[in-house]
């Protein structure tokens, strides 16, 4: 027991360091929101339509699925097979959905709205070369953009995709190396068909009064949108509500052209003010991109048969605090801006490049990647004993190689990286220098040639590695830049497992070999 | 052991005589490798063979075990610059895609491949990957750059880390050298350069840098034994890294090689440079060191 203990006490702060990192690798890898999921069985809800009645009944994104009408879901194909096999039914059948936490009844012939997915095992995201997926990076044709313009672009892009019904899409300006702009668009899992034209089409928005068109987005129609202007875009000081909640009100102008004002008159001169809310016409303007509704707004029954070129946009948002409804008020307006703006995208966009990844082999090509890597190390672990015929030290370097990957990889779960090709290339290279280093420190240690203590040679080790270290660093910091963004994932995973090798496993590693050679 | 021990004296005595002679090997296959190259970019203007990645084009996976003498017939003349490949499963051997590039577009590469084949292409039995050419003419130009200002920025730490010029000199000289060789190695061998062989170019700095490092630290700051004592020391360690690396490299490499054209490149590349990195810092690197070390005596 004192033993022990006197063991224990000479575990060194880095070795503890070492250890409590790799714990918390760990945790990061598989811990989920759903909490710790490895063995967990059922389908992930990826999904779930809005306005469904599965929605309504409280199915929501990110719910497991563990059975339905008391069959038992172990993955997404048992429930895919069962909604097959059940859909659509000729009357309304009760079908009563278990998730993990709750339990949810739905009266309906069709299938739930909701796509759902295998429950992934960690927490770790693959990259689109390896989990399937579509890539697509867009420039305007014959025009640099300013970096305004790009951001422009880029939240009018967001909106279209979430108006499509599309959510798991990652929009992003990027800038490379000679000063080109370009916007990224990702998207996870399958790929719309027509993803090109979602992409490179301009965008259609109409404005509807019951049926008719008052007016369609582009400047033909709509001659300005005032944005950023406190003058003519303004949110009004929130109010609280008669529930404890509190609402506030934006207001913004557009200006419309002279044909789009007169059919403007011509339509609400037909329309009657609305009897229960008479500050209001009856029928609402319905804003509709690409033939979906998007939003309703009420019109003033000042604007009846009016021809005003200049249009009042209203809306709201609501929040529990004065801060959280002007902020919702605030992202309502801008989403409403670039509803409007959408239709006026003033150039022709042009897709430089285009991946559209099935998620076919990804599996057995993280099988292959997971083989090479082991078999990588076992090789390289095996010249280690050969060359120093002690088990103990080899072990340890394997040991220490490993914990590095687990951490690269507790990181990448923490900063949600998605671990692409080339990431994984950069996870080799760091065991290819981690390896490297380790022999550094174990030469250094057994050099029984000099008169310097243990602890100064492996201080002489240390310079040597920290050398090699700002060598590599310093190599990889133009990458990041370089080529669009593209091969920024091996520059991060490399510097980050080369970080974490000099100042977190090597120095363990060093009061390990102290501990051995003592 | 005392034989062993007479065997050491004897074979330093041969590096104190020859080291200056055994700089020839390396300096003649430097001074081949930069004629090599001066009269391959102007064949070719361009110092490597690129592939679609940086010259712009169309690779196209398809997930069916089709005959490539039939399709690569069929292809020729109806797509530009056709090269196609199969991917193996490891273990069975068995075809399990095809990889076609051309540097088509991709719209039109699916028109000709749909033909071919009967049916459509889908994300459930196909992948495409298109990059336009101006955009690979970009990346290309980009990574060349991040090559040139990496190599620059390890030149800078290296001679801030030894501060005297001719060890430091030996250092990048023994780098590049290790670069162009292999440069030239992957020209001889025809293969065509991705992003990721550049990459790997890249990654070969390090790897070269590291034993460099290694063996010039030993040699200037140590203050105790020989110089042969240290020079040996460092050959024992650097081998032991170099071997590691290089046997990790070439079991994964078996690995993959069926698999994915990316890893395929990168370890190769890699391969290559770890064997120029031998040469370069155990003869390169070394006798200039030595040279540098005995005139200072």
Redesign the interface.
């Known amino acids: 027991m004192v033993c022990g203990e006197e063991k224990m006490k000479k575990l060194s702060f880095r070795i503890w360091l070492w250890i409590v990192i790799i714990i918390l690798a760990l945790m990061s890898i598989f811990l989920s929101s759903n909490g710790f999921t490895l063995f967990q069985k059922g389908a992930l809800i990826t999904s779930v339509e809005h306005n469904s009645t599965s929605f309504e009944q409280g199915l929501r994104q990110g719910q497991i699925i563990v059975s339905i009408n008391g069959n038992l879901i172990n993955n997404a194909e048992d429930f895919l097979k069962y909604i097959q096999e059940n859909f659509p039914a000729e009357n309304d059948i009760k079908t009563t959905i278990k998730t993990k936490d709750a339990e949810v009844i739905i009266f309906s012939n069709q299938a739930p709205n909701i796509t759902v997915s295998d429950i992934p095992k960690t927490s770790l995201k693959a990259g689109l070369d390896l989990a399937g997926g579509a890539r697509a990076l867009v420039q305007a044709e014959g025009k640099s953009l300013s970096s305004e313009e790009i951001n422009d672009l880029v939240s009018i892009t967001t909106n279209r995709f979430n108006v499509y019904g599309l959510s798991d899409v990652s929009v992003k300006p990027i800038l490379d190396l000679s000063g080109n702009r370009f916007m990224s668009i990702e998207i996870a899992g399958a790929t719309p068909k027509d993803l090109e034209e979602l992409i490179e089409n301009q965008g259609k928005f109409e404005a509807k009064i019951g049926n008719e068109t008052v007016f369609i987005g582009g400047n033909r129609d709509i001659s300005s949108v005032c944005r950023n202007d406190a003058t003519c875009a303004y949110i009004e000081t929130p109010q609280q509500s008669s529930d404890g909640n509190y609402y506030s009100t934006f207001r913004f102008s557009i200006y419309l052209s002279e044909e789009a004002a007169k059919r403007h008159a011509d339509v609400t001169n037909k329309i009657e003010i609305n009897s229960s809310n008479p500050e209001y016409l009856s029928e609402p303007l319905g804003l509709y991109v690409d033939d979906s509704l998007a939003d309703t707004l009420l019109i003033s029954k000042d604007l009846k048969g009016q021809v005003t070129t200049q249009i009042s946009i209203s809306g709201s948002g609501t929040g529990a605090t004065e801060q959280d409804a002007y902020n919702d008020a605030k992202a309502n307006m801008q989403k409403l801006q670039t509803i409007l703006i959408t239709g006026s995208l003033p150039y022709k966009l042009e897709i430089v490049k285009l991946d559209t990844i099935s998620p076919l082999l990804g599996e057995d090509f993280l099988k292959y990647i997971l083989l090479a890597g082991v078999a990588a190390l076992i090789a390289a672990s095996l010249i280690i004993f050969i060359r120093y015929r002690k088990i103990k030290q080899a072990s340890f370097v394997v040991l220490i190689s490993f914990s590095e990957v687990i951490i690269i990889l507790g990181i990448a779960a923490l900063i949600e990286w998605n671990l692409d090709l080339a990431s994984i290339a950069g996870i080799l290279a760091t065991i290819g220098t981690g390896f490297d280093d380790q022999v550094v420190l174990l030469d250094e240690s057994r050099n029984r040639a000099t008169s310097s203590s243990l602890k100064e040679r492996l201080k002489k080790a240390f310079a040597i590695i920290m050398g090699a270290y700002f060598v590599v660093l310093v190599s990889l910091l133009p990458l990041i830049w370089a080529g669009a963004g593209l091969l920024k994932g091996f520059a991060i995973t490399t510097i980050i497992g080369i970080s974490v090798g000099v100042f977190i496993t090597r120095p363990a590693f060093s009061d390990i070999l102290k501990r051995i050679e003592e | 052991m005392e034989e062993q021990q007479n065997q050491e004296t004897h074979r330093k005595n041969w590096h104190d005589r020859h080291y200056k002679h055994l700089l020839i090997i390396p300096l003649v296959l430097l001074l081949f490798s930069l004629v090599y190259l001066g009269i391959f970019h102007s064949k070719n203007n361009d110092f490597f063979y690129k592939d679609i990645s940086l010259t712009g084009g169309t690779s196209v996976?398809i997930?069916e075990k089709l005959n490539i003498e039939d399709l690569n017939s069929f292809l020729e003349g109806e797509l530009s610059e056709v090269n196609l490949r199969k991917?193996s499963?490891?273990i069975s051997g068995e075809q399990?895609?095809i990889v076609v590039e051309t540097t088509a577009e991709?719209n039109e590469a699916r028109e000709v491949l749909e033909n071919y084949l009967g049916y459509e292409l889908t994300?459930?039995?196909?992948?495409?990957?298109?990059?336009?050419s101006?955009?690979s003419n970009?990346?290309y130009?980009?990574?060349i750059?991040?090559l040139f200002?990496?190599?620059v920025?390890?030149a800078?730490?290296?001679f801030i880390?030894f501060k005297t010029p001719v060890p430091s000199g030996a250092v990048v000289l023994a780098a590049f050298a290790d670069i162009i060789m292999t440069l030239v190695t992957v020209n001889i061998l025809g293969i065509k350069m991705s992003?990721?062989g550049i990459?790997s170019l890249?990654?070969l700095?390090?790897?070269s840098?590291?034993?460099d490092?290694?063996l010039t630290?030993?040699v200037l700051?140590?203050h105790?034994?020989t110089l042969n004592?240290k020079l040996m020391?460092s050959v024992?360690?650097g081998l032991?890294?170099t071997?590691?690396?290089l046997?990790?490299?070439?079991?994964?490499l078996?690995?993959?090689k069926s698999?994915?054209e990316?890893?395929n490149q990168?370890f190769t590349i890699l391969l290559i440079g770890l064997i120029f990195d031998m040469l370069n810092t155990w003869i390169t690197n070394v006798s200039i060191l030595k040279w540098y070390v005995e005139r200072k005596k």
């Open positions: 996976t997930y991917i499963d490891l399990v895609a991709s994300e459930e039995n196909s992948s495409f990957e298109f990059t336009g101006s955009l970009a990346f130009r980009q990574l750059i991040a200002v990496a190599f920025f390890m800078i730490v290296i880390i992003s990721a990459i890249l990654m700095i390090g790897y840098v590291d034993t490092i290694l630290n030993r700051r140590r105790e034994g004592e020391g024992k360690t032991t890294m071997l590691t690396s046997v990790a490299v070439t079991v994964a078996l690995v993959v698999f994915s990316t890893l990168i």
